[in-house]
């Protein structure tokens, strides 16, 4: 099976620009997290999806959002970008984490850098 | 608040030697802990998962303890090699799976370096 895939890799943009960062998870996998990565606060969690409906927000602002469609696909939105934004956004899928061990495919990572 | 801390930020050793890294929680409950790689520039790679009710789990050259009354698990690398070298995070999943579907709770990471 092809892994997690995360699209772009890398994105530079400006103060105030928007973003939107793409994940496919796993074929079969139904559920995708997002978490964010910073050298200063590690791995924090933003939300989780499954089978289209959010079931789990971490404690970001509303500037943070997602979606998941009906083939799974996910995709997180970044508005009104600022500095402390640029980071590591990293994609994580799951079969079922009701069910299953809660063992996450972690993508590669969308690397952002705010200017 | 919930709190995952593990015990240091970096850790290096001589190549053949055992690596020992702690990960200690406060506030939780956890059903499982999971341990993790993350090499520069990748996303987690899963490792080992160990329950509440076990008290060791062992693959390969990994081994994780996990002692519920200290709130402490402790994963090993034996007979360590270069290609050891990584970051590795342990992650915690409440036994209050309800509020947390989805969701790892993770330390900050140890960075190991295995040198020859």
Redesign the interface.
Known sequence: KAG?TQTPRYLIKTRGQQVTLSCSPISGHR???W?QQTPG???Q?LF???SETQ??K?NFPGRFSGRQFSNSRSEMNVSTLELGDSALY?C?S?SN??LA?????????T?LTVL | SQKIEQNSEALNIQEGKTATLTCNYTNYSPA?L?W?RQDP??????LL?IRENEKEKRKERLKVTFDTTLKQSLFHITASQPADSATY?CAL?PAD?G???????????TQLTVWP
């Open positions: 997690v559920s995708v997290s978490y606060q590690g791995l969690f989780e999806y499954f079931r789990n971490g990293l994580a799951s984490p009701g061990l809660y063992e996450q495919f972690f993508g590669p990572g690397r | 499982y999971q993790y520039g990748r996303g987690p790679v899963f998962l995070l999943v799976r509020s947390t579907l989805g969701r790892l709770y993770f330390g900050r990471g």
